[in-house]
């Protein structure tokens, strides 16, 4: 199973908006709505951002919001906040009842 | 509160052993399908292995690059999951983390994880 594709890194400035996308298959990201988010600030361990493609847990800021569209899937950042700043990841559920995680994305807050 | 706390880890020459534990608690352990997740230094995340629970089938599933030499098991009894490595390699080396398979999500809670060096 490849790991679902996102981009390196995507920038902001306060206040703005930002969205990461999150890449894979008919046989995963395509095929189910078990898509989550994860944010991993340095030395943390990962916590749950988004579920089920666009559930927010509780505790989970309502800044971040999730989609999907076909084999992609989308977290985007509204009202970008300094304490943001940080690795996110998207995980899916995949056809033969496995996880796979997308690469990591660096969110630079200028 | 949900709580995960992993232990094990260490130093281990390549070719060599090592059994991690991740002891849970704040929630039915019984009823939780658990998933162990490895992060290689400045890498990114990898899922590792899963099982569901007993109730469920318990059903256990391997990544690729550890199927044949890892194993994934509970005791429900201690609230334990467990991670057999065997035949380590160099590769091996990360934090490994458990997590709780909550909300249809790979790790609604996680662990703090541990730190397995796999070196000569």
């Known amino acids: 199973q490849s790991a679902l594709t996102q981009p390196r890194s995507v920038s902001g400035s306060p206040g703005q908006s930002v969205t990461i996308s999150c890449t894979g298959t008919?046989?995963?990201?395509?095929?189910?709505?078990?898509v989550s988010w994860y944010q991993q600030h340095p030395g943390k361990a990962p916590t749950l951002l988004i579920f089920?493609?666009?559930r927010r847990p509780s505790g989970a800021p309502d800044r971040f919001s999730g989609s999907k569209s076909g084999n992609t899937a989308s977290l985007t950042i509204s009202g970008l906040q300094p304490e943001d700043e940080a690795d996110y990841y998207c995980c899916s559920y995949t056809v033969t009842d496995s996880w796979v995680f997308g690469g990591g994305t660096k969110v630079t807050v200028l | 509160e949900v709580q995960l706390v992993e232990s094990g880890g260490g130093l281990v020459k390549p070719g060599g052993s090592l059994r991690l534990s991740c002891a849970a608690s704040?929630?039915?352990?019984?009823?939780?399908?658990m998933s162990w997740v490895r992060q290689a230094p400045g890498k990114g995340l990898e899922w590792v292995g899963r099982?569901?629970?007993?109730?469920?089938?318990?059903?256990?599933y391997y990544a690729e690059p550890v199927k044949g030499r890892f194993t994934v098991s509970r005791d429900d009894s201690k609230s334990l999951l467990y991670l057999e490595m065997n035949s380590l390699k160099t590769e091996d080396t990360a934090v490994y983390y458990c997590?709780?398979?909550?909300?249809?999500?790979?790790?609604?809670?996680w662990g703090q994880g541990t730190l397995v060096t796999v070196s000569s």
């Open positions: 089920d493609v666009t």
């Open positions: 008919s046989s995963d990201v395509g095929f189910y709505d078990y």
């Open positions: 704040g929630f039915f352990f019984s009823n939780a399908w």
């Open positions: 099982i569901k629970s007993k109730i469920d089938g318990g059903a256990i």
């Open positions: 997590t709780t398979e909550g909300h249809d999500s790979c790790g609604s809670a």
